[in-house]
């Protein structure tokens, strides 16, 4: 892994941007509450929506006999005069916005029987057609209302007048652009995610067997590996347990661990998996490839006697040791080490990436194919220094630094166009983060160069070099750890075919490049999270925590994303997510799979998601001036509390340019401001203080409000920084916390901690930490661990307490 620098940030992003001014963003929706999509071939009766919208041929022909079934109710003049409006409105069942026509944004919502039409339509309809709503609908109400064109149209209409048919069909704002990747005005790409698993130890890589079983197996930092089941639930028993051998630390940041794990190609037939860890021997750290077989018992468990030690190289420091390991399309063993650590790679007189007799800093290649007997791995008779007296045959590419997460581009699923190419990410030293396309025998440069810049600049001016440039780089502004990921070639997101999708580990960025075919080039396009009703479709959300470890595919071609919120190897804060665009899904059926069976011998453990949509009201909630006493008529503002049909609805203040990514402003610091010397005016009398009873509030300063008031030895936590009081919520509120601000207020004993506001919700002021956590010694709750000042994802429901006492009781 990589080294943390900086301090640790937020939790968790929450990238969801204040809705912006203007028109609503377009939010096509399908009445199976999904993403719209092209149909796999034309539509022969709703034939306006054969290039996008929601009815595949199957559903078109229904319509179409849906439409003969009442035509035959009509008279002849009746549909002379209406067999038009009948099939228009029988259609917009394949409208892009069918969900919005039919008032069904979401499951619980009642599906009306008639589309919402507008008021001129409707009157044109009534006028002559009203006869055939008795027939197109059940509705009794509605069809009590036939002779009275001002209650029926009335009854027929949106709230929302854009989406109203026909209007809608010549509405710029919903048609521009539709059925492609939602972009902000930036040319931000707005995806969406979906909680895969929570609860993880810094997950580090997410693999797949290729057996046809679809599970998942998602290896933590200490040496643990779980088995996933394509529902999601977890097996209690670990897959692999090697935690006692693996060399870590709860240290965040800690580069040494479990790093790696990959499933032979032929993992179906000979059931042999290849992990890559660090270890110590003998007082000396060393990186380890080991061989393990499934076991004969249990095919969702390794036998841990079976490990066989194919390579070991000794590691000069404790950081840079790379961790990929995968198979090529050639059947060969690929690795990817790093240069040894430190920094600048000072080893020998050019570094271990330029030293082709080192095995560090390079990509490696080995033949482990039918090692049963005889050496545990051969060279590959292609390799491209196997006849150089001065290289080892291993070497397959060099120059590298620390390749953090590499991956084999799977091919246009219909052209098998780019199949093959290697793609890395390679975390740079001060000032660059690149990505590489990795070819035999080719040097990528480090140390001479970092990105496209020069590193040593002697050994950069050596013509000789003729080292290979990277598709892309960046600066530290943007992110100081890349983390390489993969070209999307799954079936559920067409728009994203072709797309290279990464991220930043320190800035929390994630990032994508797509080639353009006729200059070669690679295009950037920056990767946030869908803001308004982007990301409003059931189970999905918008918002991730900060440190991208990794990227994984899954066996169907999926892409997922693996962060957490607190990069230590023995904190169980990481997520998995899975990447989503809403923007246009594939024809329904076309991405079925079909598991293969799986014998489960351990118990399940069933999915329970965690993360929560974030949804923004559209005006941000002023500001309240701080105030030692508790504030009047703190109520909810009627206009920013309506109802939303999302698991959670949090208000904050957008971020700079209204962008829904990682912040790049810093975060206000939690602490205490130093006094600036010198800070009185030149020449101005002092004034005279008037007299106080109370001394002057400092960060950290906590207070105890009671629904009704202030509270005296109990009450709800409210905490004073950076110029306002604020709440605290109760995630990982515990006793230890509750005797820090015990103490502050002149308590020795705490109670009990509250949680669940159980001393009222503070709704008037802004929730100012979360996750705090404290070791009891701390002199204020700024001292505590805890998330940036201001970043949350709780709500004031969840405002956290205190019971203080003057006396040693027990609670009541």
Known sequence: MRGLRGARAALALLLA???????????????DFKPPFRPPRGLAFCRRYTDFGCCDPRRDRALLQRFYRLSARLDGATYAAC????????????????????????????????????????????????????????????????????????????????????????NQNLNQNLGLVTADAEGCLQLCLVEVANGLRNP?????????????????????????????????????????????????????????IVFHPKFKFNGKVYVYYSVEVRYEERIRISEFRISPAD????????????????????????GELLFGDDGYLYIFTGDGGMAGDPFGTFGNAQNKSALLGKVLRIDVNNNDRGPLYRIPPDNPFLNDPQARPEVYAYGVRNMWRCSFDRGDPQTKEGKGRLFCGDVGQNKYEEIDIVEKGKNYGWRAREGFSC?????????????????????????????????????????????????????GRLMSLKEDRATGAWQYSEICMGTGQTCMFPGLINNYYQYIISFAEDEAGELYFMSTGVPSATAPHGVVYKVVDTSRRAPPGKCRVEPSSVKVKSKRIPFVPKEKLIVNTPA?????????????????????????????????????????????????????????KGGERR???????????????????????????????????????????GTVCDDGWSSPAAAVVCRQLGFPYVVRASKKAEFGEGTSLRILLDDVQCSGQ???????????????????????????????????
């Open 17 to 31: 941007a204040a809705l912006a001014p203007g028109p609503a963003r377009p939010h096509p929706q399908c009445l």
């Open 83 to 170: 067999a038009g409006h009948l099939q228009d409105l029988l259609c917009q069942e394949c409208s892009p916005y069918a969900a919005h026509l039919y008032d069904a944004e979401d499951p619980s919502t009642p599906v009306r029987t008639i589309p919402g039409l507008c008021q001129d339509y409707c009157l044109q309809v009534w006028q002559k057609c009203r006869s055939i709503f008795r027939y197109l609908s059940s509705d009794q109400e509605l069809i009590a209302l036939e002779n009275n064109v001002a209650k029926f149209c009335r009854y027929l209409s949106l709230e929302d007048t854009d989406y109203c048919f026909p209007h809608l069909l010549a």
């Open 204 to 260: 580090v890589a997410m693999v797949h067997a290729n057996d046809g079983t679809h599970r998942f197996f998602i290896a933590e930092q200490v040496g643990l590996v779980w088995t996933y089941l394509p529902d999601r639930s977890r097996l209690e028993k670990p897959f692999l347990n090697i935690s006692e051998a693996v060399l870590t630390s709860p240290w965040e940041g800690d580069e040494r661990g479990f790093l790696g």
């Open 299 to 322: 095919m969702n468990a390794l036998d841990h006697g079976s490990e066989r030690v194919i390579l070991e190289i000794e590691e000069p420091a404790s950081n840079h040791n790379g």
């Open 455 to 507: 590193y040593d600049k002697k050994l950069c001016a050596n013509s000789s070099m003729d080292d290979v440039l990277p598709i892309y780089a960046y600066p530290h502004k943007m992110g100081k750890s890349v983390t390489g990921g993969y070209v999307y070639r799954g079936c559920e997101s067409p728009n994203l075919n072709g797309l290279y999708i990464f991220g930043d580990f320190m800035s």
């Open 620 to 676: 941000p909630r002023p500001r309240l001036k701080a105030t030692t006493e508790v504030p009047q008529g703190g109520r909810r503002d009627p206009d920013t509390s309506h109802a939303l049909a999302v698991d959670w609805v949090n208000q904050v203040p957008p971020p700079p340019g209204n962008r829904s990514r990682t912040p790049t402003t810093p975060a206000p610091s939690s602490r205490t401001p130093k006094p600036r």
């Open 683 to 725: 020449g101005q009398r002092r004034k005279k203080k008037p007299p106080s009873t109370a001394p002057p509030l400092r960060n950290g300063d906590v207070r105890l409000m009671e629904k009704r008031g202030r509270g005296r030895s109990r009450g709800r936590v409210e905490v004073y920084i950076n110029g306002e009081w």
């Open 778 to 812: 701390e002199k204020t709750l700024l001292e505590c661990d805890h998330a940036d000042i201001g970043v949350h994802n709780c709500s004031h429901e969840e405002d956290a307490g205190v019971v203080c006492s003057r006396e040693e009781v027990a609670d009541w």
